[in-house]
């Protein structure tokens, strides 16, 4: 079995402040972690991926997460936020990379403000 | 993007009347997943199938049935609808094992069971 733990449910930011928005897993076997971005009223889609190789992966738009196996997470960081990368943010494991059931965490509601 | 519509995308119900949602993609993908959002539960897998006419329970999958006689097509139905099934619902896709991982969304569709 697999789960997925977001630590934080809200984090507020000021526009151009760091952030990080924390995911710890369990997994009994190999994992491929995604991290997802749901915008108001819209369906979610995929801010970037690990299945395997380096560790720290990065989005176009300047996320980037780092897996850490030893600490069973994987952080999704971003240096400077803007007011539109307000949404929410789902962590997501899966034991398959492709087409496999995917285990969801609650979600982090990022919200910058001006 | 991948081409996943659903319908409707809003419903208002009573208990106890049946309800279908339909999840169309275009994109050939293999596998197709229902899931619903609620606040503080993050995504929970209702069903999802892995190719036609095969199908399988998710977590939540009590009260909730699905059909895939069509590649393209896959139905959730709520036999007999209840309060605690007002939702969100979402469909999503994925191109199968071997894939990415990444799962395609539809926009949802929100129903509410008076």
């Known amino acids: 079995a697999q789960s997925v733990t977001q630590l934080d449910s809200q984090v507020p930011v000021f526009e151009e402040a760091p952030v990080e928005l924390r995911c710890n897993y369990s997994s009994s076997v190999s994992v491929y972690l995604f991290w997802y971005v749901q915008y108001p009223n819209q369906g979610l889609q995929l801010l970037l991926k690990y299945l395997s190789g380096s560790t720290l992966v990065e989005s176009i738009n300047g996320f980037e997460a780092e897996f850490n196996k030893s600490q069973t997470s994987f952080h999704l960081r971003k240096p400077s936020v803007h007011i539109s990368d307000t949404a929410e943010y789902f962590c997501a494991v899966s034991g398959l990379p492709g087409g496999s059931r995917l285990t969801f965490g609650e979600g982090t509601q990022l919200t910058v403000n001006p | 993007d991948a081409g996943i519509t659903q319908s409707p995308r809003h419903k208002v119900t009573e208990t106890g009347t049946p309800v279908t949602l339909r999840c169309h993609q275009t994109?050939?993908?293999?596998?197709m997943y229902w899931y619903r959002q609620d606040p503080g539960h993050g995504l929970r897998l209702i069903h999802y199938s892995y190719g036609v006419k095969d199908t399988d329970k998710g977590e939540v999958s009590d009260g909730y049935s699905v059909s895939r006689s069509k590649t393209e097509d896959f139905l959730l139905t709520l036999e007999s609808a209840t309060s605690s099934q007002t939702s969100v619902y979402f469909c999503a896709t994925g191109s199968g094992a071997g894939g990415t991982g990444e799962l395609f969304f539809g926009e949802g569709s929100r129903l509410t069971v008076l």
């Open positions: 994109e050939n993908h293999r596998y």
